[in-house]
């Protein structure tokens, strides 16, 4: 089995004894443009890839297991790469506690406004905010990092609601103070949380989400700021380049009073990079085992 490493994947000497195990490792490293990525990886029946120019190049790809260290890597059509039998795998659950550590930061920080008191330089008048406990929350997308998430909140005492395929979004919002968008991008989830949604809010509620925008519109979410509709709002700016702060959508969000932003950093742990890693490695193993695990299908 040939098994092409593209990208910044840094394999521990343990990690790569592992794959060398399955078959012949190649470590192609980066690559300039989508054409010098295929040609690194011509003939590999495994890619271990960052995800550079992955996406671009999966209508150009046939007869190859790719997986990579993250979740989410955009939409695409499944069946055509059934049809050329390519074969999709993320590093689903690796960084669930990280991200769930920043859900649960931003839903404090909002609520109990901490970062206007962290290294204040000004004279501060005393003010009681909003506690976690008894709040009702919406957690919209009960997979592996919104489940989690629902039970850090409950633990500190806040009532939580899930909701799933199929579920009115407006009647399951009705009566929520913090909303999480916890979608996963799929064709089904495009532009689910719109306009009509953010105007079904309760008035004074706040919206926190860590997935793409493909999910929600966030022109929408900027006007139900401007309009009271929500009183605060924190976003990681994913899929932009983890800690860019350069991009478009982190400037417009982050100049937004209202708005707690990060540039992509919720992911950004020592032990979830190392987790990402190891899923990896074994996904190629139950790949090469006959039983592929954490693939990508269309929902």
């Known amino acids: 089995m040939k098994i092409v490493v593209t990208g910044s994947m840094p394999f521990s000497a343990e990690q790569v004894r592992r794959l060398e195990q399955v078959g012949r490792v190649t470590m192609a490293g980066g690559a300039s443009s989508g054409d010098e990525w295929l040609k690194q990886v011509e003939g590999a029946d495994v890619v ?4 550079t120019f992955v996406a671009g190049n999966l209508e150009r790809l046939h007869d190859v297991f790719i997986t990579f260290p993250f979740v989410e890597i955009g939409s695409f059509d499944t069946d055509a790469l059934a049809r050329r039998n390519v074969v999709l795998a993320n590093a689903r659950g690796s960084n ?57 909140l409950e633990a500190l005492r806040a009532n939580v609601r899930y909701v799933s395929r199929g579920d009115d979004l407006v009647t399951a919002v009705e009566g929520c103070q913090l909303i999480v968008n916890s979608l996963s991008s799929i064709p089904s989830t495009a532009n689910l949380l719109d306009r009509g949604f953010f105007r079904a809010l309760e008035p004074g509620s706040y919206f926190i989400t860590y997935v793409r925008p493909h999910t929600f519109d966030v022109k929408a979410l900027l006007e139900a700021l ?20 350069t991009n478009t959508y982190y400037k417009t969000l982050a100049e937004h009073e209202r708005v707690l932003a990060t540039p992509h950093v919720a992911f950004a742990t020592t032990q979830a990079g ?15 085992n006959g039983e592929p695990q954490n693939i990508l299908v269309k929902r």
Not at 226 to 238: F, H, K, Q, S, T
Request: glycine letters at 10%; charged letters at 25%.
């Open 48 to 51: 271990c890839s960052d995800g």
């Open 96 to 152: 669930r506690d990280s991200v769930v550590e920043w859900a649960v930061f931003m839903a404090l920080g909002l609520l109990r406004r901490f970062p206007d008191y962290v290294n204040a330089d000004r004279e501060l008048r005393f003010e009681r905010h909003e506690s976690l406990s008894g709040k009702n929350v919406c957690i919209i997308g009960a997979g592996d990092i919104g489940s989690h998430l629902g039970k850090a």
């Open 226 to 245: 401007d309009d009271g509709i929500l009183a605060g709002a924190a976003v990681d700016c994913d899929p932009q380049t983890p800690f860019d702060t």
């Open 274 to 288: 190392k987790q990402s890693l190891d899923t990896v490695v074994e996904n190629v193993q139950a790949f090469a």
